[in-house]
C-alpha cells in the first residue's frame, strides 16, 4: 500500500517537472513568437493620442494605411497610394513619413 502511494507520488511530480522544463525550453528558444505570426499585416509604427485612442500606421498586403483605433471603433483615416509609399527608405524613414502624415492630417 505504502509504496503504491510513493510510486503515484513520484509519477505526478515526474510530469510536473516535465512541464516546467517544456515551458523553460519553449521560453528559452524563444518558440513562442511562431504562434500567431501574421505575415499580411505588419504594423510599421503607431502612436498614443489619449487614454485608449491610437493612430496606427500600418501595411496590409502590401498596402499601407493610417488607422484610427479606440476600444470600441476602428476607423481607416487614410489609404496611401502607390507613388506615396514607392520606396520611403530613398527619402526619409517610416517615423518620418507617419509625423509628416498625421502633421497634415491634423491641419
Not at 31 to 58: A, C, D, P, Q, W
Amino acid at each position: 500500500m505504502g509504496s503504491e502511494y510513493t510510486r503515484i507520488v513520484f509519477s505526478l511530480f515526474a510530469v510536473v517537472i516535465l512541464i516546467i522544463l517544456l515551458v523553460y525550453f519553449l521560453k528559452k528558444f524563444k518558440l513562442t513568437k511562431f504562434v500567431g505570426n501574421n505575415k499580411h499585416i505588419r504594423i510599421i509604427n503607431s502612436i498614443s493620442i489619449g487614454m485608449k485612442e491610437r493612430i496606427i500606421l500600418m501595411e496590409v498586403n502590401k498596402v499601407i494605411l493610417l488607422v484610427g483605433a479606440t476600444p470600441s471603433h476602428i476607423e481607416t483615416l487614410y489609404v496611401f497610394n502607390e507613388l506615396e509609399t514607392a520606396s520611403p527608405s530613398e527619402y526619409m524613414d517610416h517615423k518620418k513619413i507617419f509625423a509628416e502624415t498625421l502633421n497634415n492630417l491634423t491641419k
